[in-house]
Structures are given as structure tokens and as C-alpha cells.
């Protein structure tokens, strides 16, 4: 059998020492033509290999390079190097697969996290990408926990629809039509009957309307899916191709959607704290260490590990969105003309209202509630006074907005009225408005951007350096 090894993580801690083991993995460094430092990706640890003078000919040792992968059979004996109880004593040593040291991209070397986007392919195999990655694992595990704790059904929602589930008309277009010469109508306009769906269709910007659709029946649900949006966002924040979590509950009003999100991300944070505190320890120094290059006032106040703390044991703070504006009015950024953008009541807040509110004002995750109808989407239930919706944000330190939910409107009078008003083509979507013909409830949900969730618990400050293969306006490299 090829593959009796044992992984580099439970080697290090078993209680292996004296026993014969076989490791594989990839190069870090190789030095005294004695030493190699071992990594399979199953913590940022690498295994000391000591290969003994004279045991490889001259022309293996040369082979021993920076990116070669290596099958090593050897003793487990303890470490004499500090910081490590245990290395491998090489007793036959096997070369998987060369790596030309001068063509291999990855020096042993701290490189920017640009080069490294260029190089993602690669860049799985650094320390900093390697924590990210099962950080990111462990979060998408935990969420698939927490929402199955609680007996919510997972929905696996369509990625192609022929709807905009947000209708603000940024999605990416579905077809199999030829764009040099697609059928027409008589009035020149694409015939889409021709289309492969028969219709328009185009990526889902949000699984929420099937989801609404599955809560009337499961009561609970939740969909953990891509969405695509086509918006020309070149920020930090914004990928087109990003990941949500999407869950849906019936007889939930607005305060029970607040309380089961606040809920959610203090779980899933203490998840990562209780399960990858190797890898976030990593992260928060490679964070601390970045910030040293600041000037003061652009560092953090607290360190990763501190601010993660700080935010499982906190309760959010609950303001209204006339409140929001109200503080930033009264603001001392506002008084010295600080911010970029206009404030006043109807606005749609910008990033660094946001980040005032909570990195300056209050110091912790914030939810603004009811916002202005006129700037958030059609599905959100009526406030009485006739100006206001039941909607939600999350605002986290460093992000911005980490989530987005509402009740929902489940009047179907008011909903159809509201639809018309905003152009959503109400005949169109028979199927949503029968969940408020038949056993309307209450109901209410939310959106997490995975991403800026992984941002937040990483303290990695780039969207594209959260997900393997970012897709971004101008680039789909990978
Ligand atoms: O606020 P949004 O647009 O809400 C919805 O899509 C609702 N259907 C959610 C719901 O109620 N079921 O998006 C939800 C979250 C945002 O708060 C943000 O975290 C993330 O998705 N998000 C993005 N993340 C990365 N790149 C983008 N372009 C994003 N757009 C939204
Ligand atoms: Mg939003």
C-alpha cells in the first residue's frame, strides 16, 4: 500500500518517539544538505528531517529542493532543535516530484500578498494561505453544525434562475445564444424563447426567494451557496463570486432574526478559537506585524485574538438607522468635514460611515434596524410609519457590513403593491407571492458574506487573499 503515512499534525501529537513512521509532503527548506523542514498541509508545523551524512547520493541531495514532494521513512526520535519535541530520522528517503529551484515561484521568503494573489496557485503552500485556508474550512464546518444543532434543513438553491433576487440588476447573464448573431423578435430585441431555458436566466445574486419558499414548509432552513454579482466594485470587500449563507426562518420577527445572527457568528467564531487557535495565534502575529509598518492611528486597538474575545463575550450593540445617522450628524468627523460622502436621513450609508460607527463610536459589532424603504429591496416587511422597513445590517470592526436580513413583508396586498412600485415584474414571480396566498407567516432572515466573515476572523484585510480563486472585475485568472 502507497499510502500507510501518518500526517505531520497527529505525528506531532502523538506520543510517537521511538516508532517507525512514514511522512509525506512538500519542501520548505533544506540546509546543511542535512536538515529539511517537512510541510503536508496539516499545520503550519513543519517535521524536521534529518537525513544523516552520507546516506543519499550527490545527485538526490541536489534534488532536495525548495517545492520537491517527499515520501520519508525514518524513526521518530526527539528534537534536539528548540520548539519542536519531535523529528525524523530518515532511513530511506524518496523523491515524488522534482521542483526546479530556479523556476519555483516560491522563494523561502516572506513575499507580498500581491505577488501571491499572482501566484494562487501556489500560494496554498505558504504559511499565511495555509492557516487562511483551514480557518476557512473550520468556519464553513461550524456553520453546517450550528444550523444543524438547531434543526434547521439545509436548502441547496438554484445557481441558475431567471430572477433578480435583489432587483437591482446586477447579474451575470446565462445562455448558449450565439453573441455574434442571436435570433431576434420582429422588433429586433433578442429572442430568448431560442435560449436554452427558453427565457432570459442568469446567475443567482442570493438563494433568499427559494429559501422563503422551503421555510413555509421546514419552518427553519438555510442555504450556504455562490452568488454572483456583476457590480463594478474593484474594493477590499467585494468579490463577484462570493459565498453566502442564507438562513430563513418562519414566525421570526425582526429581534428574533438579531438575536439568532448575533448568536450565529459568536458560535462560529469560538468554533475557530476551540479548534484552529494554532493557526489564528499565526495570524494574529503576521497581522501585528503588518500593523508595525502603520502609522499609529491606522492600527488596530486590539490584537486578533483580543478582538475575537472581545466579540464572543460582548453583546452587540442595537441602534435603529435614524439613530445612526443622528450620531454620525453629531459627530466630531462630521463637525471637522472628515467624511468623503453627504450624511443626512435617507442616505445608503457609505463604508466609512459604517466603520465610524463602529470602529470609533461604539468599539464593537453594531445592527442598524430600519432603514428607509428607498434604499433596500422589495421583500422587506412595512414599518407603520409608512417611511421605514424592518430590515437589519450587521456592521463588524474593519468590514463594514457583514450581514444583511429583514423581516420579511408576508401581506400579500402590501407586497405586490411594493413590487409594482419598485418595477419587480410581479407576474413573474407567482411562485414567490403564492407562499403569501397559501399559510402566510410571519417570517423573517439574513445574509452572511462568508468571505467577509473569513475576513474578520483571519484579520487578512484583502477579500481576494479569503478565497482560493477570487473573481474580481478584470480578472478570472485560475
Ligand atoms: O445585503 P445583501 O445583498 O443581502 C442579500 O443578498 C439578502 N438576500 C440576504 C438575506 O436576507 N437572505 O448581501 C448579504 C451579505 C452582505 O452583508 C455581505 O456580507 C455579503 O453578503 N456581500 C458580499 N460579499 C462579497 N462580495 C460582494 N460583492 C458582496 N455583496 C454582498
Ligand atoms: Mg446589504
Not at 60 to 67: F, V, Y
Not at 455 to 460: D, H, Q
Amino acid at each position: 500500500m502507497f499510502n500507510k503515512r501518518v500526517k505531520v499534525k497527529d505525528l506531532l501529537a502523538s506520543e510517537a518517539t521511538g516508532q517507525e513512521v512514514t511522512v509525506m509532503g512538500w519542501v520548505r527548506t533544506f540546509r546543511n544538505n542535512q536538515f529539511i523542514a517537512l510541510n503536508d498541509g496539516s499545520t503550519n508545523n513543519n517535521l524536521q528531517i534529518v537525513v544523516e551524512l552520507g546516506m543519499l547520493d550527490e545527485n538526490t541531495l541536489k534534488r532536495i529542493t525548495t517545492g520537491a514532494s517527499l515520501k520519508v521513512t525514518g524513526e521518530a526520535v526527539p528534537s534536539l532543535g528548540k520548539g519542536q519535541k519531535m523529528e525524523i530520522k530518515a532511513r530511506s528517503l524518496e523523491i515524488l516530484g522534482d521542483s526546479d529551484a530556479e523556476k519555483f515561484p516560491l522563494q523561502p521568503k516572506k513575499h507580498s500578498l500581491e505577488f501571491l494573489r499572482e501566484i494562487a496557485h501556489l500560494r496554498f503552500r505558504t504559511n499565511t494561505f495555509g492557516a487562511v485556508f483551514r480557518v476557512r474550512h473550520a468556519l464553513a464546518f461550524a456553520i453546517h453544525q450550528f444550523f444543524n444543532e438547531k434543526g434547521f434543513v439545509y436548502i441547496h438553491t438554484p445557481i441558475v434562475t431567471a430572477s433578480d433576487a435583489e432587483g437591482a440588476g446586477e447579474m451575470f447573464r446565462v445562455t448558449t445564444l450565439p453573441f455574434d448573431n442571436p435570433p431576434r423578435n420582429e422588433d429586433g430585441s433578442i429572442n430568448f424563447k431560442e435560449d436554452f431555458f427558453g427565457r432570459s436566466t442568469n446567475l443567482t445574486v442570493s438563494g433568499q426567494l427559494e429559501g422563503e419558499l422551503a421555510a413555509m414548509a421546514f419552518s427553519e432552513i438555510y442555504t450556504f451557496g455562490p452568488t454572483f454579482r456583476a457590480e463594478n466594485s474593484n474594493t477590499a470587500r467585494h468579490l463577484a463570486e462570493f459565498w453566502m449563507i442564507e438562513p430563513e426562518m418562519a414566525f421570526y420577527d425582526l429581534e428574533d432574526n438579531m438575536n439568532l445572527a448575533e448568536e450565529f457568528i459568536k458560535y462560529i467564531i469560538r468554533y475557530a478559537m476551540e479548534h484552529n487557535r494554532e493557526d489564528l495565534d499565526f495570524l494574529a502575529q503576521r497581522l501585528a506585524e503588518e500593523e508595525k509598518a502603520l502609522p499609529q492611528d491606522k492600527r488596530s486597538e486590539m490584537g486578533l485574538i483580543e478582538k475575537l474575545e472581545f466579540v464572543m463575550n460582548n453583546n452587540f450593540e442595537r441602534i435603529t438607522y435614524t439613530e445612526a445617522i443622528d450620531i454620525l450628524l453629531n459627530s466630531p468627523a462630521y463637525k471637522k468635514k472628515k467624511f468623503q460622502y453627504e450624511v443626512k436621513w435617507g442616505i445608503d450609508m457609505q463604508s466609512e460611515h459604517e466603520r465610524y460607527l463602529v470602529e470609533k463610536h461604539f468599539k464593537k459589532p453594531v445592527i442598524v434596524t430600519n432603514y428607509p424603504k428607498e434604499i433596500k429591496a422589495f421583500y422587506m416587511r412595512q414599518n407603520d410609519d409608512g417611511k421605514t422597513v424592518a430590515a437589519m445590517d450587521i456592521l463588524a470592526p474593519g468590514i463594514g457590513e457583514i450581514v444583511g436580513g429583514s423581516q420579511r413583508e408576508e401581506r400579500l396586498e402590501r407586497l405586490t403593491e411594493r413590487m409594482k412600485e419598485m418595477h419587480i415584474p410581479v407576474e413573474e414571480m407567482w411562485w414567490y407571492l403564492d407562499t403569501r396566498r397559501f399559510g402566510s407567516v410571519p417570517h423573517a432572515g439574513f445574509g452572511l458574506g462568508f468571505e467577509r466573515m473569513v475576513l474578520f476572523v483571519t484579520g487578512m484585510t484583502n477579500i481576494r487573499d479569503v478565497i482560493a480563486f477570487p473573481r474580481t472585475p478584470k480578472n478570472a485568472e485560475f
